[in-house]
């Protein structure tokens, strides 16, 4: 069945440093990818999203490419603020019913 | 301003009770998610509904009851049947069928002592 994997955390950057997140799925067909984020005590929001091969997704700096040859969808910044603290959540929609599969999510903290 | 409420933030509730958690959408969307988040495993999916008057179950619906009976409002009732009630319950909601991207609420963090 589908599935997400990403990278476990906590992930501990100083504030400017460059920030990988390692996403990789499992998809019966082409699935539509996501990133999702979410601050504490708060609902998520999407942060960004690729519905097909080599697109790029890109939002607030952060940027991810849909590889369907490594099967990967990784989340970078180049230069990580202290607001980008939160937990960051890889997902994959495939089905016409557009539910969402999503990984078990990424801390980030960020110090000054 | 358009978007997804969920009420209330917090709720405590005593073990064998029943609780119905509060989801509305001024979207106009079709489609509406349940999900619960439990440290370290991610969101998981509970209930959808694609369309008014039907829904289907996720992974996890046992000890959980909806009801799709406005377009606008998703309400989910959990139940003295469901063993783990404690958790943090997201409601979310899309365009419907063949629109993946959804939205999502400010959640509401369930006590059950």
């Known amino acids: 069945g589908d599935s997400v994997t990403q990278m476990e955390g906590p992930v501990t950057l100083s504030e400017e440093a460059f920030l990988t997140i390692n996403c990789t799925y499992t998809?019966?067909?082409?699935?539509?990818l996501f990133w999702y984020v979410q601050y504490p005590g708060e609902g998520l929001q999407l942060l960004l999203k690729?519905?097909?091969?080599?697109d790029k997704g890109s939002n607030k700096g952060f940027e991810a490419t849909y590889r369907k040859e490594t099967t990967s969808f990784h989340l970078e910044k180049g230069s990580v603020q202290v607001s980008d603290s939160a937990v960051y959540f890889c997902?994959?929609?495939?089905?016409?019913?557009?539910?969402?599969?999503f990984g078990r999510g990424t801390q980030l903290t960020v110090w000054p | 301003d358009g978007g997804i409420t969920q009420s209330p933030k917090y709720l405590f509730r005593k073990e064998g009770q029943n609780v119905t958690l509060s989801c509305e959408q001024n979207l106009n969307h079709d489609a509406m998610y349940w999900y619960r988040q439990d440290p370290g495993q991610g969101l998981r999916l509970i209930y959808y509904?694609?369309?008014?008057?039907?829904?289907q179950k996720g992974d996890i619906a046992e000890g959980y009851s909806v009801s799709r009976e406005k377009k606008e409002s998703f309400p989910l009732t959990v139940t003295s049947a469901q063993k783990n009630p404690t958790a943090f319950y997201l409601c979310a909601s899309s365009l419907g069928q063949g629109t993946s991207e959804q939205y999502f609420g400010p959640g509401t963090r369930l006590t059950v002592t």
């Open positions: 509904s694609q369309i008014v008057n039907d829904f």
């Open positions: 997902a994959l929609s495939e089905s016409a019913l557009g539910r969402l599969y």
């Open positions: 998809a019966t067909g082409y699935p539509s």
């Open positions: 690729a519905t097909k091969a080599d």
